[in-house]
């Protein structure tokens, strides 16, 4: 069989990040993500394995 690329699973757990200047990203709701201004803080961080992007959410 061919190579198979592996996907980096690590991608898609939740994992800390903190931002020093504020940004425009999606920001994961009970609604679903949405796209915001995403204030300076402490976030937890994924892929989105369906949009592709980067999604974040509150720690």
């Given at each position: 069989?061919?190579?198979?690329?592996?996907v980096?699973?690590?991608a898609?757990?939740w994992?800390?990040?903190?931002f020093?200047?504020p940004?425009?990203g999606?920001?994961?709701s009970?609604?679903?993500?949405?796209?915001?201004?995403?204030?300076?803080?402490h976030y937890?961080?994924?892929?989105?394995?369906?949009?592709?992007?980067?999604i974040?959410?509150?720690?």
């Amino acid at each position: 069989m061919a190579n198979q690329q592996s996907v980096d699973q690590d991608a898609f757990d939740w994992q800390p990040c903190s931002f020093v200047l504020p940004r425009v990203g999606l920001i994961l709701s009970r609604h679903g993500p949405r796209t915001r201004v995403i204030m300076p803080g402490h976030y937890l961080v994924r892929r989105s394995r369906t949009l592709g992007q980067w999604i974040y959410r509150r720690a």
